[in-house]
């Protein structure tokens, strides 16, 4: 794909700074963690969340070997190709990134609150890319996420004001570490 749009190499879509940077990853996937961990944490002790999803071990096992890369996957996706591809066409930054959280939200099928706070984690994942000239720190943040995520969260769960809000601070909080 990266070809036959535009002649360049494809690790230009991973950093601009030549290549994916392990350290960079890393770092940002232990402060994510931990801090996606202390708002689980704090779930469990203050507002009765409970680790009650259901998912046989094996599966557990699995989406912390996978997540990672299908977070990659859709960091690569929506911060590498299409919001460079249409940062091509339309030079004012934040409009990319409005459009690109908009299709990122768009294909997660959650209820309307949920897509509003995915809207704004898809900005968030954006800012991020743009500011970092990477794709890193924002798999890093959306791995550590969606682990803990998939791990807690049944799947009959309904995201509610307050889970989108706490979301939108556990990125924010994320940002400024």
């Given at each position: 794909g990266a070809k036959?749009?535009?002649?360049?190499?494809?690790?230009?879509?991973?950093?601009?700074?030549?290549?994916?940077?392990?350290?960079?990853?890393?770092?940002?996937?232990?402060?994510?963690?931990?801090?996606?961990?202390?708002?689980?944490?704090y779930d469990f002790a203050f507002t009765g969340s409970s680790f009650n999803n259901g998912l046989p071990i094996y599966i557990i096992i699995l989406t912390i070997l996978i997540a990672p890369f299908q977070c990659f996957a859709e960091e690569l996706h929506f911060r590498g190709f299409l919001m460079q591809t249409v940062g091509s066409w339309i030079r004012v930054p934040i409009v990319v990134i409005v459009i690109q959280a908009i299709i990122f939200a768009y294909l997660h099928s959650y209820n309307l609150i949920a897509l509003?706070?995915?809207?704004?984690?898809?900005?968030?994942?954006?800012?991020?890319?743009?500011?970092?000239?990477?794709?890193?720190?924002s798999t890093a943040m959306h791995s550590a996420n969606n682990i803990l995520s998939a791990l807690t969260i049944s799947l009959s769960t309904t995201i509610t004001l307050w889970d989108s809000a706490e979301m939108i601070i556990q990125m924010m909080v994320i940002v400024v570490l």
């Open positions: 036959i749009v535009r002649d360049r190499p494809f690790s230009s879509y991973l950093s601009s700074r030549g290549g994916w940077i392990w350290e960079i990853f890393i770092k940002s996937f232990t402060i994510s963690l931990f801090v996606v961990l202390i708002f689980t944490a509003l706070s995915i809207v704004c984690t898809g900005i968030i994942f954006g800012l991020i890319a743009w500011y970092s000239k990477g794709l890193e720190i």
